[in-house]
């Protein structure tokens, strides 16, 4: 098939777009802003060792994606035994909540007031939760709201739960009920997991990025070509409107039957031509929180035991913890320290995001030492600073409404397929990006009528699956 298209990003969204095209015979151009592969899912080395950027857990029930994910990895990953705490009042709770363990940690007086709070709200609930805290409220009552969602959410989006969308809830917490809760707690889980309760994960023994090398691998090895270190200005239109490729940052013009984007959505919609005006004013009022991430080398082997660990206590500014040794042991070597990844999130005008990587790497030092996790008789031997911006698309109470608009508006533009984590606005873990990738080429290639913009944000989705039955 003789078409010639051009994709912007070489992330997972845009990786596995040019897998399924090369594939189908097309001809694929990828250009690429940085020097690396993998967009926000890359891994790289470090000291020695290799990480990812912060922790990357593959999880999906979707055939074509286990299917991507099997034929990149093959039998090249380990099985990893998850576990992931809250660390809150200087103790862990374990995650996803478990009744018994939030019973064994708290004072009697704060579980009376979470149980009050738990009936109350099964009598006085919110009609139609919109935000956040009214959804979180509803299924758990205010109190473990309050201990268990409203501090690291706060920490992580910026702005108060009142003001975050209740979208982001229903795709990421299971509602899992009290009651819900005592049964699994007195009898097991027996039934069906949800996948916040999967205990076990598939993760590529050299990082999660070997998916999106390997990838890149296939394309160039079946005639596309990704290139790198060549940031996209705009794409381009033309008379009618439709669109006939990009503007490279150099000025330089590459023509394609269709485009594929994966760069922010705002600054893909800044860059066209004749935006009616309130599509531009809705566009503006989409937005991103970037994140900062301190990588630490400790001088120790065994630091704890969990992948990550979310920080809620409030005492300090950082609300994630990756432990690189707790993954596979190809990561870490023959080395025997231990690289830990410290989560801070910002806004472009906040101070931290500005700051000096000195600064935030003695910050991180004195918030991990503070937290007990480093002992002080352990060295902290090196620390990295990487700053990831405009990683998490902000799910701000009435944001659907602008981004429907803006949605709306790029369906008309004729051969442009947006997709990705902040190339559609869509707060995607890698599966609903690759799955965005394979039915964008799908749309190009069997001239398909899939609304792209439908991915992740159906809640069942995100349900639960055993991961022998989906993958192994
Ligand atoms: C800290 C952190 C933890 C995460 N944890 C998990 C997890 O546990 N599990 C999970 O599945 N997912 C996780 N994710 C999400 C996962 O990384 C993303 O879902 C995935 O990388 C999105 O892929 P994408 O292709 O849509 O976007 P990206 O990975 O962002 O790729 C987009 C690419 O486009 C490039 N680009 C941007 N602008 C331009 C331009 N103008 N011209 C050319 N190129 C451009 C970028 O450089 C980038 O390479 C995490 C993300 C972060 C930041």
Redesign the pocket.
């Known amino acids: 098939m003789k078409k010639q298209i051009i994709i ?7 990786l596995s777009c040019g897998y399924e095209l090369v594939k189908a015979g097309v001809e694929v151009d990828i ?4 020097s ?1 592969i ?4 890359r891994s790289f080395d470090l000291w020695g060792q290799r990480v990812d ?7 999906s029930k979707e055939k074509h994606i286990n299917e991507f994910f099997i034929t990149m990895v093959k039998d090249d990953y380990t099985l990893v035994n998850r576990l992931t705490r809250i660390y809150y009042l200087n103790r862990f709770f374990n995650y996803p909540i478990k009744l018994f363990n939030v019973l064994k940690n708290l004072p009697v007086i704060t579980i009376g007031q979470i149980l009050w709070e738990y009936l109350r709200v099964k009598i006085f609930s919110f009609k139609n939760p919109a935000t956040f805290e009214e959804w979180v409220s509803n299924r758990f009552g205010r109190k473990l709201f309050e201990i268990f969602f409203k501090h690291y959410s706060e920490k992580l989006w910026g702005i108060p739960c009142s003001k975050i969308d209740a979208d982001w809830a229903a795709q990421r917490i299971k509602s899992l009920s009290l009651w819900e809760a005592v049964i699994h707690a007195i009898v097991g889980n027996t039934g069906n997991k949800h996948k916040t309760l999967l205990d076990q994960f598939a993760y590529p023994n050299n990082g999660t990025g070997t998916l999106y090398e390997r990838a890149a691998d296939f394309i160039t090895a079946h005639g596309g070509k990704v290139h790198l270190q ?4 705009s794409v381009m239109q033309d008379a009618t409107g439709k669109v006939t490729g990009i503007e490279l940052k150099d000025g330089t013009i590459k023509t394609a039957e269709h485009v594929v984007s ?3 959505l705002t ?1 893909m919609v800044k860059g066209l031509q004749n935006v009616p005006k309130d599509v531009i004013y809705a566009s503006e009022q989409l937005y991103f929180r970037n ?1 900062i ?1 301190a990588y630490l080398e400790v001088d120790s082997m065994e630091l704890f035991s969990d992948n990550w660990i979310y920080v809620h206590s409030p005492e300090v500014k950082h609300g994630r913890i990756t432990n690189f040794r707790n993954w596979s042991k190809e990561l870490y070597r023959d080395k025997k320290t231990t690289i830990l990844c410290m ?1 801070f999130w910002a806004f472009d005008n906040d101070p931290i995001w500005k700051d000096k990587d000195e600064n935030i790497a003695e910050l991180a030092k004195k918030e991990i030492r503070f937290l007990k996790l480093v002992p002080e008789n352990l060295k902290i031997l090196n620390a990295f600073i990487l700053r ?1 911006p405009s ?1 998490y698309p902000v799910y701000e109470t009435g944001y659907q409404v602008n981004l429907k608009k803006v949605e709306n508006w790029l369906d008309t533009v004729e051969n442009l397929i947006p ?5 559609a606005f869509k707060y ?6 690759i799955l ?2 394979i039915l964008a080429a799908d749309k190009i290639t069997k001239g398909l009528d899939t609304d792209l913009w439908e991915i992740n944000t159906d809640i069942e989705y995100q349900e639960t699956a055993r991961i022998k039955d989906v993958l192994l």
Do not use: W
């Open positions: 912007i990003g070489a992330g997972p969204a845009g250009y690429e802003a940085s690396y993998g967009g926000m899912a950027m912060g922790p990357h857990r593959f999880f060549m940031p996209v200005k994966t760069m922010p600054l994140t991430l989560e990831v990683c997709i990705g984590r902040y190339g995607n873990n890698q599966d609903h990006s965005m990738g």
